[in-house]
């Protein structure tokens, strides 16, 4: 079955990923292509690693051109991507990479976006339980943000066997990708090479919200979350170190049942052997999720630590996942778990 696909924002980074893996995804025939300020560029010119693409011009992102394909991959910026899927008929598989559909709570998308709240669609973290039965054969997917993706799977395992407290600390390292491709002076050269520093800190980072509501139901009570990004100077990949304290009876050994229970079948999470403990770069490149976990007696925490690639799992692949469930193809389907290192 040839599925045909568009992708809306394409001369961006998620865009470029997305269309990456689609040009090894054996079911999908790459359709419109579309831009913003950039409609009329070849997309050699924009996204030079996209060979097969290269003389592909991208078009202006209008219903009329993203209309006549089976699935649509939305890569715009926040707040831009609910007016055009508003225009996309009911029998297109509309995958937003955008957070416009993320949050099921009103009143959080008003305090961290500030548009109208566009509605909720099916979570795009297969992982989470009960995630995979809401995507299969809908038509709305909202993707996941990245650092929600590895902070929910390093953390949801402990939770749903109720081995920690609700209140979570976590410190994620992530590349500069994660910002997208517009000019930025903080994210110059001069100004990242080098040098590592915090942002967002203090509960403003608005994937704040999107945490507490996937940890939240798999712990069966409100989970608080101290979220702290930092930015590093690499392009891609986020490094996420979540800790909360233990609950009492909490020992190594339940701690490392409960991740090895939860990911047992899971194709693109990898509990790595104990002692050995996630990198970046193993999961360059690839859906895979790497995770590693550890029980602290002395100061009762347990500490999960998670590694995945911003642009893939993080974003690109988590939504051909998605693509593929939604659509009833193998879900591993256009989709990797080998890294690019070193
Ligand atoms: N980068 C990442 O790691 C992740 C990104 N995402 C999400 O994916 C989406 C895209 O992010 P990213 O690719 O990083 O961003 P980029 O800035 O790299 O790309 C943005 C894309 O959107 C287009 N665009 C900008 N403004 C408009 C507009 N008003 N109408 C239509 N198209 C527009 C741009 O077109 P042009 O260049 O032609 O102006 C470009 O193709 C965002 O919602 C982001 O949050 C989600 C998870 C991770
Ligand atoms: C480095 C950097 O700025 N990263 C972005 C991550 C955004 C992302 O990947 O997810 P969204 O889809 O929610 O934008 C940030 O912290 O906002």
Redesign the pocket.
């Known amino acids: 079955m040839a599925v045909r696909v568009a992708v ?9 990923e997305v269309l990456r893996l689609l040009l090894s995804h054996p079911e999908a025939e790459i359709g419109a292509l ?6 009329g560029q070849s997309l050699g010119s ?1 996204q030079p690693h996209l060979g097969p693409l290269a003389g592909r011009t ?1 078009e202006a ?1 209008t219903p009329e051109v993203l209309a006549g394909h089976d699935v649509v991959f939305l ?4 707040g ?2 609910a007016a ?1 899927a508003a225009q996309l008929g009911d029998d297109v598989l509309v995958i937003d ?3 416009d559909h993320r949050l099921r709570d009103s009143a959080d998308w008003d305090r961290f976006y500030g548009a109208p709240h566009a509605g909720t669609w099916p979570y795009g973290l297969p992982e989470l339980p009960g995630a995979r039965a809401a995507l299969a054969g809908s038509k709305r997917v909202a ?1 996941p ?2 650092f929600p993706t590895a902070v929910s799977l390093a953390l949801f395992p402990a939770y749903a066997e109720h081995l920690a407290e609700p209140e979570a600390v976590i410190v994620a390292a992530t590349g500069t ?6 000019l930025k002076t903080n994210l110059l050269g001069a100004e990242v090479m080098g040098s590592v520093t915090p942002y967002g800190v203090g509960g403003v980072h608005r994937h704040t919200p999107e945490m507490v509501q996937n940890l939240s139901p798999v712990a069966g009570r409100p989970v608080s979350v101290s979220f702290t990004p930092t930015l590093v100077p690499m392009a891609r990949g986020i490094l996420a170190t979540c800790s909360a304290k233990a609950l009492p009876g909490t020992t190594a050994e339940s701690l490392r049942a409960a991740y090895e229970k939860a990911y047992a079948d899971e194709p693109f999470v990898q509990l790595l052997p104990e002692g050995q403990w996630p990198a970046t770069k193993s999961v360059h490149g690839s859906n895979a999720v790497h995770i590693q976990v550890a029980h602290d007696p002395s100061a009762r925490r347990i500490i999960a630590v998670s590694a995945i690639d ?2 893939t799992k ?2 690109a692949g988590g939504a051909v996942q998605s693509m593929n469930i939604a659509l009833g193809l193998p879900e591993q389907l256009g989709l990797s778990t080998i890294g690019v290192a070193p």
Request: proline share 2%; with cysteine.
């Open positions: 809306a924002g394409a001369s961006g980074y998620a865009g470029g579309t831009g913003n300020s950039n409609a924009l991208l992102t890569a715009l910026p926040h831009q991507s055009v990479m955008g957070a993707v943000g990245c990708s994660g910002a997208g491709k517009a911003n642009l993080g974003t």
